[in-house]
């Protein structure tokens, strides 16, 4: 099984912060990386899909980079409702794994 | 509006059995594959299984290999996850998601989910 590390696993920022989330693959998985947000007692949001493309509806602040094994997240200008735990996951293979989580909290 | 709709949840002896159901609408369903994911509380994903457009391909977590079998009905818009022989450590927030394939330029065809529903919760305790 392919496993996914995220760092950190949890992060504190200010608003109109830029923060950056890493993702790495325990193998290479080219571009088969989703990146999705989710919020206390509601269900993942999609963000990011192959490892750069914006998903529809979502904010232009969000983009993503990498390929082979490191990935990363990056949110410009943070906004209050980005406040939320972020995962990675590889759809390279099944079992699709995701990364253990990166939860961005208020400084 | 895409929407996934998730019951069937509730609490269950170890040992036991539940079945989950996903209704979906808002889009062709028998075009997509389909996944269930699990969040323990407080935890994180967990990918548990998925299935082909037409069922004919199944995949699953090695944890549920043998309990568990997802399958689905196109005429009636569902996706279903058998649950048997449950265990503790299969208490979770069940989500149902749709998986969508994508062809982009120089880089194949990708995957990603991006419909989830709201999740039924299953706990498993004496």
């Known amino acids: 099984d392919i496993q996914m590390t995220q760092s950190p696993s949890s992060l504190s920022a200010s608003v109109g912060d830029r923060v950056t989330i890493t993702c790495r693959a325990s193998?290479?998985?080219?571009?088969?990386l989703n990146w999705y947000q989710q919020k206390p007692g509601k269900a993942p949001k999609l963000l990011i899909y192959?490892?750069?493309s914006l998903q529809s509806g979502v904010p232009s602040r969000f983009s993503g980079s990498g390929s082979g094994t490191d990935f990363t997240l990056t949110i410009n200008s943070l906004q209050p409702e980005d406040f939320a735990t972020y995962y990675c996951?590889?759809?390279?293979?099944?079992?699709?794994?995701f990364g253990q989580g990166t939860k961005l909290e208020i400084k | 509006e895409v929407q996934l709709v998730e019951s069937g949840g509730g609490l269950v002896q170890p040992g036991g059995s539940l079945r989950l159901s996903c209704a979906a609408s808002?889009?062709?369903?028998?075009?997509?594959?389909m996944n269930w994911v699990r969040q323990a509380p407080g935890k994180g994903l967990e990918w548990v299984a998925n299935?082909?457009?037409?069922?004919?391909?199944?995949y699953y977590v090695d944890s549920v290999k043998g309990r568990f079998t997802v399958s689905r009905d196109n005429a009636k818009n569902s996706l279903y996850l058998q649950m048997n022989s449950l265990r503790a450590e299969d208490t979770a927030l069940y989500y149902c998601?749709?998986?969508?394939?994508?062809?982009?330029?120089?880089?194949?065809?990708?995957?990603?989910?991006?419909?989830w529903g709201q999740g039924t919760l299953v706990t498993v305790s004496s």
């Open positions: 998601a749709r998986e969508s394939r994508r062809w982009l330029h120089a880089k194949g065809v990708l995957n990603y989910f991006d419909y």
């Open positions: 808002g889009f062709t369903f028998s075009s997509f594959w």
């Open positions: 299935i082909k457009q037409d069922g004919s391909e199944k």
């Open positions: 193998q290479s998985i080219s571009e088969y």
């Open positions: 192959a490892a750069s």
């Open positions: 996951q590889q759809s390279y293979s099944t079992p699709y794994t």
